[in-house]
């Protein structure tokens, strides 16, 4: 027997086999190398590609941030044309109305250095920082010269410059302003200062090599990001790409472009917009060599994964080789391990036969097992449906996998209905409840998400979601138990609360208007009772009456007014308390005030007695500073830091006489300012250096 195995083991081919083997493994190693060339040229491309709309994109956004500047830019300025054609209606305009109006536009107007006004011969008469600055003429500036040389009321953007009031680079945006009679009468410019396009292009991830460029219809800078020389340096220069400039100058309006920068031979993806409808581009480049430095990384990682794997197949390839050769081999030994395995087949028949017999008992264990299971199952069935909040099992992908009868009721479908339909179906916003299932696979849990559920019948009914999730033996997720408590009632109350609060709210703003107009009844019975009678210390104690009554409402108007009844701004209440103060001394027009008040929000119970104390102070000084002259300059100044106030009245008039004490004042006017001092927690001392000056602090 053994003689006839060696025969045939000779007889077999010996070559066919290696032949095989060979072929077959160049043939896999070039589908190998080949399929891998194939995607890494794909995958360049779609890097590639990805560029492209990254750099579109962004050039998008920036148009819209820009065109936005600008937008906002114009409708200040047509604003504060308006104003000063109103004005010229009645006759003439006032500085300072016109200059607060102004003032009020900058406040809204961010992204705007300046905003101002210059007359027909060039100088500069309104707006923000005009009147601590020198006189300054801008004759000679674009932004003059082109509103005045065109009638149309056009907008125009003017080339970057240097401002002469502000010694900053920015960008002029103007409009003409037009007589009655339609001749030029001056314009109204901003200054948009460069500094806002840097800053708002550094934000941006372009890549050391990467560059942000806005520039002018003829494609010359305005400024661009990284500027290595400071701000200004660029511009007025072109950039290096020619291929930019002849798409515009062709009338595209937006483009996309590789090509390689002169300046440092370095090739960029390049992407352009104009920013409509104004006479700027916005210009968007990326380094390739950044954009494809991944893509080199992950070609290098599939190159060496490439080639282990043609290692591991001529290793696998050798071993399969060996293999044969061993298998030759080991037909000659065949017969006798034939025998030897009969041999032991038969010890192992008898060992079957006791492992049979120890399975027909394992499988009686088991089906024991399976019984309390089973009673295990029912029980936690019983569980679920007692429960009377809807109650389901959700599979990884959405499936709701269970549910109890509460679950049917909340929703108006059977149970076979809601079994492996979509779980996020059965709420009014789907994705909000998506949402709130991937986080409990995020977190392991979620605790009282609001959702809406909804019944079959369309009927809404607001829940709070809260699930976890349950795994296997492994410890792997295999679903989540969700549970919808109905909180339909606690909405009622919180919407009931609502509407106690805002009945609140309009009781409260009564209260102030009705305690304004009862002041404002007080003040008027004051003024009447002062034009009976003849003594004069009679009558100005009755009008100081009214100024420290004027004060308190005052403060009530803008309580009134404001959206919190607690506290306001500091700066537009004792502002506002100035000027009304002011206004009753119309003989002491020459005598100059001027305010330095934090913009603050603060208490009204601290705002109240700060009130009559500055009233009291100013009545004062308007009255006695500067008997022997006619004009003269008084300073109101609060400035707060760490909670810290410092309150400042100051006259460069004749000065208090020097028998006055703020401690041993005889007169009402200064107890009254103490006394409100101490009120206030606070500390006064009165200097009498170049006039008189009262100095408040006190913890706000």
């Not at 002169?262 to 390739?288: G, K, Q, W």
């Not at 009558?539 to 009134?560: H, P, T």
Request: glycine share 4%.
């Amino acid at each position: 027997m053994a003689d006839l195995i060696k025969k045939t083991v000779s007889a077999l081919p010996v070559n066919s086999f290696p032949v095989r083997l060979t072929a077959s493994v160049l043939s896999i190693i070039i589908i190998i190398v080949v399929f891998t060339i194939l995607s890494l040229y794909q995958s360049k491309h779609q890097y590639e590609k990805r560029t492209i709309i990254f750099a579109e994109n962004l050039a998008l956004v920036l148009e819209q941030n820009i065109q936005q500047i600008v937008d906002k830019t114009d409708k200040a300025l047509l604003a504060i044309a308006d104003e000063i054609n109103r004005q010229k209606a009645f006759g003439r305009i006032d500085k300072r109305t016109i200059n607060i109006f102004i003032a009020n536009q900058k406040e809204r107007l961010l992204v705007a250095d300046s905003l101002r006004m210059a007359n027909a011969q060039g100088m500069v008469s309104y707006g923000t920082a005009v009147e601590s600055a020198p006189k300054t003429n801008i004759a000679d500036r674009n932004h003059f010269t082109a509103p005045r040389n065109n009638p149309d009321p056009l907008l125009f953007i003017s080339k970057p410059v240097v401002t002469r009031i502000d010694k900053k680079w920015a960008l002029p945006v103007s409009r003409r302003i037009n007589g009655p009679d339609g001749s030029f009468a001056g314009v109204v410019y901003a200054n948009v200062e460069l500094k806002t396009f840097i800053d708002m292009f550094s934000q941006l991830n372009i890549g050391p090599n990467g560059a942000i460029v806005l520039s002018d219809q003829e494609f010359k800078i305005v400024t661009s990001y990284p500027e290595l020389g400071g701000i200004g340096t660029t511009i007025g220069t072109k950039p290096y790409v020619s291929q930019i400039f002849q798409m515009i100058h062709a009338g595209q309006k937006t483009g996309t472009v590789r090509a390689i920068d002169t300046a440092d031979n370095i090739e960029r993806i390049y992407s352009f917009r104009r920013v409509s409808p104004y006479p700027l581009y916005v210009v968007v480049a990326r380094a390739t060599s950044e954009y494809l430095s991944d893509w080199q990384k992950e070609a290098v990682k599939v190159g060496s994964m490439v080639i282990c794997l043609l290692m591991i197949i001529l290793f696998i390839s050798w071993k399969m080789y060996l293999s044969w050769r061993r298998e030759r081999q080991a037909q000659e030994e065949l017969y006798v391990l034939n025998k030897d395995l009969e041999k032991r087949v038969a010890e192992r028949t008898d060992e079957i036969a006791d492992i049979n017999e120890q399975l027909r008992a394992e499988l009686a264990k088991r089906k024991c097992i399976e019984e309390a299971l089973q009673i295990s199952s029912e029980y936690t069935r019983s569980l679920i449906e007692a429960s009377l909040d809807p109650l389901v099992t959700i599979s990884p992908n959405g499936k709701i996998t269970d549910l109890n009868k509460a679950t049917e009721i909340s929703t108006g479908y059977s149970r076979e209905e809601l079994i492996g339909s979509n779980f996020i179906d059965y709420f009014t916003d789907s994705e909000q409840a998506r949402a709130g299932y991937q986080e409990v696979f995020q977190e392991g849990q979620v605790r009282d998400y609001a959702l809406d559920l909804k019944h079959r019948d369309g009927i809404i009914m607001p829940v709070l979601y809260n699930a976890s999730v349950y795994r296997n033996k492994t410890g792997q997720v295999i679903g989540v138990f969700a549970a919808a408590r109905d909180i339909t009632d606690r909405k009622l109350a919180e919407d009931k609360i609502k509407s106690l609060l805002s009945e609140k709210e309009l009781l409260l703003r009564e209260v102030h208007h009705r305690i304004k107009n009862n002041m404002s009844v007080i003040t008027g019975m004051l003024m009447l009772q002062a034009e009976t009678l003849k003594e004069p210390s009679a009558i100005a104690a009755l009008k100081d009456a009214q100024g420290r009554v004027r004060s308190m409402m005052v403060l009530y108007d803008k309580l009134y007014r404001s959206a919190n009844f607690r506290t306001i701004s500091a700066k537009e209440y004792l502002t506002s308390l100035i000027d009304e103060i002011v206004r009753n001394f119309p003989s002491r027009s020459l005598i100059t005030v001027e305010t330095h008040i934090d913009d603050c929000i603060l208490e009204a119970k601290t705002l109240s007695p700060m009130g009559i104390i500055i009233n009291e102070l100013l009545t004062n000084a308007m009255k006695y500073a500067f008997t022997d002259r006619e004009k003269g300059i008084i300073r109101v100044s609060l400035s707060i830091k760490d909670k810290h106030a410092t309150l400042i009245i100051q006259d460069n008039g004749s000065g208090i006489p020097e028998s006055i004490d703020t401690g041993n004042s005889t007169g009402f006017g200064l107890q009254l300012v103490s006394m409100l001092t101490e009120q206030l927690e606070g500390t006064m001392r009165m200097e009498r250096e170049e006039g008189t000056r009262f100095v408040m602090e006190f913890e706000v």
